[in-house]
């Protein structure tokens, strides 16, 4: 099936192709004639939608660093041993 | 004028404690504090072992901070330091961390099937203020095999840009996009059955799929 898109057409693009691009699409590394090609297949497929954002969502959920927070007093030590030193 | 590799009061900061004054550098470090841990621990996993290191590098930080040149970001050369130690500690432990919970999941050309389509909602990163949720979250992250977890973690946890990545692991452009995208699929793998929403709210697993 190809679908059109003002004038250009869009060549289907297969479930396991857009897994392999997936990081580099939210990464925005990929072609603008790939990107279409992956919105089109986006809007009509669950699956690879679900994988879409699941995967944005463990990169939102890292974003901010809170998942290796510092142990307790690591500054204070770290503080003290940068006293020691001659 | 302050390159843009500094930021405000950096240069300053540094200037002084070449010149002697220990208490600016305790002004310089502190920023960084959280990012040079985070980046032991992508080596390491471990958290005394992180803390270990993290402090080697600050302190190799101070002895080298004279030969900084403003050429790269400071917190790209503060991680290049804190990587080179945790590698090194690595190397001196002889450790083998390859156990690995993709393997099954890869062909031989590196295509990546995932195992379970679960539709997430998004998740606040506030959850990972509940520490069983934080644990499950590195525990994922630990289980991923070394070369894309420390790919992951410069790339999604500290934001280094896909140039920062290849020149600190001294991988290819490409590498560093391949790994990097089969940590992040294996991580939505294995934190999707958990994290899609039943972990917080008691909500049954199958009602997030869209079918």
Redesign the interface.
């Known amino acids: 099936m190809v679908k059109k898109k003002a004038g250009m057409p869009i060549i289907e693009i297969s479930c396991v192709e857009v897994w392999r691009e997936i990081s580099n699409y939210l990464d925005h590394e990929i072609s603008a004639e790939l990107r279409d090609r992956m919105e089109a297949h986006f809007k009509a497929c669950a699956h690879c939608t679900a994988v879409l954002d699941g995967t944005r969502n463990v990169m939102e959920l890292v974003g901010d660093g809170k998942v290796f927070p510092l142990p307790e007093g690591f500054s204070k030590r770290l503080y003290k041993k940068l006293q020691k030193l001659p | 004028m302050t390159p843009p590799q500094l930021r405000p009061n950096e240069a300053e900061l540094i200037k002084s404690v070449c010149d002697g004054e ?1 208490e600016a ?2 002004e310089l ?2 920023p960084y ?3 040079i ?2 980046t032991a ?1 992508a080596v390491l996993k471990n ?1 005394a072992d992180a ?1 270990e290191v ?2 080697e590098a ?2 190799k930080a ?1 002895s080298n901070l004279g030969r900084f040149r403003a050429e790269s970001k400071f917190s790209t050369w503060l991680i290049q330091i804190t990587y080179n130690e945790a590698r090194m500690k690595v190397k001196k432990a002889r450790q083998h961390l390859y156990e690995s919970i993709d393997e099954q999941q890869q062909n031989e050309k590196g ?4 195992k379970d ?4 909602r ?2 606040p ?1 506030e ?3 509940q520490n069983e949720i ?1 644990q499950a ?2 525990d994922a ?1 630990n289980s991923l095999r070394p070369e894309y977890r420390e790919v992951f973690i410069l790339r ?2 500290q ?1 280094l840009s ?1 140039k920062e990545t290849t020149t600190i692991l001294g991988i290819s452009k490409a590498n560093v ?1 391949t790994r ?2 089969r940590a ?2 294996q ?2 793998d294995s ?2 059955p958990g ?1 899609d929403g039943c972990w917080i709210k008691g909500q049954s697993h199958r009602k997030v ?3």
């Not at chain 2, 295509?111 to 995932?114: A, I, M, S, V, Y």
């Not at chain 2, 389509?117 to 997430?120: E, G, N, R, S, T």
């Open positions: 220990r550098f305790y470090m502190r504090e959280r990012m841990y985070a621990i958290p803390e993290a402090q600050v302190m101070l295509d990546f099937w995932p389509f679960a539709d997430w998004p998740i990163s959850v990972l203020e934080r979250v590195q992250i999604d946890v934001h896909i996009k990097l995208h992040r699929l991580l939505r934190l999707a994290l799929r869209p079918w």
